[in-house]
């Protein structure tokens, strides 16, 4: 929230915390400040089946997140369930062997895992197979064109069979109207976001 501009959205900030070195530290304090607030919607007797925190390349990479994560869980007291940690699978795939080290790591501390904008990296599905996650999120640029764009309801289709396969769940991105919700329904996706819906 800016005093002159109002609110500035992250495609805007989140390059200046990069540029700056800052993107590890602000992306802790969003995870504490999501764990805090399920923390405090529990003590309101409010049911919070999940909330979802994204994070980014460097947070991922820095060697320390696990022990971040186990800090913040215990500080907070919620349920390590309450929580998904969202990554793009193109962190993933920077180096594969060390991305399922992190992410092993990361499971045994009891949140979830999604891929994030899934569909527009380069992930291999041999990887996707092996990597210990638990849902997918189909990219909100498939959902677009949903239901008319025949290309665009192959991959939805295909991604949500295929997760379906794996034993995942699937959540699709930037759902803006009820025909696109309709698609998505009919074909089984689990879950959907976007401003349709709020």
């Known amino acids: ?25 602000a992306g802790d304090w969003v995870l ?8 405090a919607w529990q003590a309101q007797g409010l049911a919070v089946p999940k909330v979802s925190v994204n994070l980014s390349a460097r947070q991922f990479a820095d060697g320390l997140l696990g022990q971040r994560i186990a800090s913040i869980l215990e500080s907070s007291g919620i ?21 399922m080290r992190i992410l092993d790591s990361l499971k045994g501390l009891g949140p979830s895992i999604a891929i994030d904008d899934f569909g527009t990296g380069y992930s291999s ?30 991959i939805a289709r295909a991604i949500i069979a295929m997760a379906h396969s794996l034993s995942l769940s699937v959540i699709a991105e930037g759902v803006e ?9 009919e074909h089984g996706c689990d879950e959907v976001q976007g ?3 709020g």
């Not at 504490?32 to 923390?39: D, L, S």
């Not at 990887?127 to 959902?143: E, G, T, W």
């Open 125 to 154: 599905l041999n990887y996707l197979k092996a990597f210990p996650i638990d849902v997918l999120k189909i990219d909100h640029s498939f959902v677009d064109g949903l239901p008319t764009g025949e290309q665009d309801g192959q």
């Open 1 to 25: 929230q800016h005093p002159g501009r109002g609110l500035v959205p992250p495609g805007d900030f989140i390059p200046a915390l990069e540029e700056l070195g800052l993107v590890v530290e």
């Open 79 to 99: 349920l390590p369930a309450c929580l998904e940690l969202e990554l793009t699978e193109s962190i993933l795939m920077q180096n594969v062997d060390e991305a």
């Open 177 to 185: 109207n009820q025909a696109q919700l309709d698609f998505l329904r």
């Open 32 to 39: 504490g400040e999501a764990c805090r607030q399920i923390a």
């Open 195 to 197: 401003f349709y819906l």
